[in-house]
Structures are given as structure tokens and as C-alpha cells.
């Protein structure tokens, strides 16, 4: 029986391609959005791959959601928290909204779409959780105070759930991805994105396909020794 997946924010960008990476590997595949329905659908329309709505900063709509997967799909094996946002404001601008929101998804949110998958895998002695976090996390960035610090938290949280979930058979591991060519980065004026360019030693940007192996690989049952890591997959632009 296929093993499923649920891929937080998984119908548009990075996570997008991880959907689609895990569902070849034959996993049932359960990709959540915030708001976009009309991208949704046509995600689901070109892949086959169920959709689910819900606000990943909240414990409520997170939970009920994830209790609808099951439902359907079965058991979650693996969780790719990847739902993630920016506020972008130089920290003497920021305000606490900006603060807040960021915070909300993407830190409050790994907790949130994790903690109620984390008994079942507890009690299946199995389970893979991959946290999305960010080259910014790892060095910080002009503007994204609040970012920076969600994607630094979401290492800590790795390292901690790696320790509390080894003797069940749980892994915990991390991916940050340098800049990688979305629809967002693709949208920054051509100097801006040239500017980034010239700090990446390889002289590109990512593909969402390379992140999504990264997953594929950590999600494996042949990586269960591969514990609390965090994979930099940035073209050698920050080593740690």
C-alpha cells in the first residue's frame, strides 16, 4: 500500500514540484494551498493530486484538515512542511503585523501541520518529516528579520523532533534552499535577479525539481539514519 504525503502549501512553487516528485515515487500525495482555489484546481486538474484548504497558522483548521487527509487518504507517513510567506521591511520599518504574520506561518505553522501527524507516527514507529527552511535562516537577510527568524527556528525544531523521534522510527531533517528560480524570483526586476546570480558560485539559479529530490531522497525508507541534518542546497552560495 502507498505511503502518504501531505505537502503544506504544495500546489504552487517548490512545493509544487515536490507533489509531483513524491507522487512519482508512488506516494499518495496530499497538497495543501491558503487561498489560491483557481491555482488549485488547475493543479489538481494537470496532476491528479488531491488539494486541501486550510491556514496553516491556525491549530484548529490545521488539525481538521489533517484529520479529512487521513480520512481519505490514509495515515500520514511523511510531512513536508513547506508553507511558508514573506513581509519583507527593513527591522526600524517592520511592524508587529508584519512580525506576527510571518511568525504565524512559518514557525507556529510547522508546529501546527506537524504535532497532529507526530502520535500516529509515534505509534506506527515510522514516520519522515521534512522542514522547508532557507539559506536566509542559516545567514540572515537585509529586510527579513522576521523571516530569517522563522527559518532559524524551523532548524531547532528539526534538531529537537530528530532526538524525541529516532527510537520510534521517526526522522526529523531540514532542507535550505538558496535562490531558486520560482515564480517569485522570476518576477524580481533582470538586474536584481543578475545581482543574486553573480553569488551563486555555479552562475544559476535553483531548479524546484532539485529541492524536490532533496525531499524524495529524505523521505525514503533507505534514509532512516539520516537524522536532525540540514541539507544546503544552494549552488555553494553559504556553507555552515
Same mark, same amino acid.
Given at each position: 500500500m502507498a505511503r502518504t504525503a501531505l505537502v503544506t502549501g504544495g500546489t504552487r512553487g517548490i512545493g509544487a514540484s515536490i507533489s509531483k516528485e513524491l507522487k512519482a515515487a508512488g506516494y499518495q500525495v496530499a497538497a495543501t494551498f491558503a487561498g489560491n482555489e483557481e491555482a488549485a484546481a488547475a493543479f489538481t486538474a494537470e496532476t491528479g493530486i488531491h488539494t486541501y484548504k486550510w491556514n496553516v497558522a491556525s491549530y484548529d483548521e490545521s488539525k481538521a484538515g489533517i484529520e479529512k487527509v487521513e480520512a481519505e487518504l490514509g495515515p500520514i507517513d511523511t510531512v513536508v512542511a513547506n508553507a511558508g510567506i514573506t513581509r519583507d521591511a527593513p527591522f526600524h520599518k517592520m511592524t508587529p503585523e508584519q512580525w506576527n504574520e510571518v511568525i504565524g506561518t512559518n514557525l507556529t505553522g510547522v508546529f501546527n501541520t506537524i504535532h497532529p501527524i507526530w502520535?500516529?507516527?509515534?505509534?506506527?514507529?515510522?514516520?519522515?518529516?521534512?522542514?522547508? =527552511?532557507? %539559506?536566509?535562516?542559516?545567514? &540572515? @537577510? $537585509?529586510?527579513?528579520?522576521?523571516?530569517?527568524?522563522?527559518?532559524?527556528?524551523?532548524?531547532?525544531?528539526?534538531?529537537?523532533?530528530?532526538?524525541?523521534?529516532?527510537?520510534?522510527?521517526?526522522?526529523?531533517?531540514?532542507?535550505?534552499?538558496?535562490?531558486?528560480?520560482?515564480?517569485?524570483?522570476?518576477?524580481?526586476?533582470?538586474?536584481?535577479?543578475?545581482?543574486?546570480?553573480?553569488?551563486?558560485?555555479?552562475?544559476?539559479?535553483?531548479?524546484?525539481?532539485?529541492?524536490?529530490?532533496?525531499?524524495?531522497?529524505?523521505?525514503?525508507?533507505?534514509?532512516?539514519?539520516?537524522?536532525? =541534518?540540514? %541539507?544546503?542546497?544552494?549552488? &555553494? @552560495? $553559504?556553507?555552515?
Open positions: 502520535p500516529g507516527m509515534r505509534e506506527r514507529k515510522f514516520g519522515r518529516v521534512i522542514v522547508i =527552511s532557507s %539559506i536566509n535562516g542559516q545567514k &540572515g @537577510q $537585509f529586510a527579513q528579520a522576521n523571516y530569517a527568524a522563522t527559518k532559524a527556528g524551523d532548524l531547532g525544531i528539526v534538531k529537537s523532533l530528530a532526538q524525541e523521534g529516532a527510537r520510534y522510527g521517526i526522522t526529523a531533517n531540514a532542507i535550505c534552499p538558496g535562490y531558486i528560480a520560482t515564480e517569485m524570483v522570476m518576477a524580481v526586476p533582470e538586474k536584481v535577479r543578475d545581482s543574486i546570480i553573480a553569488q551563486i558560485p555555479t552562475g544559476r539559479l535553483g531548479e524546484p525539481e532539485e529541492i524536490a529530490r532533496c525531499v524524495r531522497f529524505l523521505a525514503d525508507e533507505d534514509a532512516a539514519f539520516l537524522n536532525g =541534518s540540514t %541539507i544546503s542546497a544552494n549552488g &555553494g @552560495q $553559504f556553507f555552515v
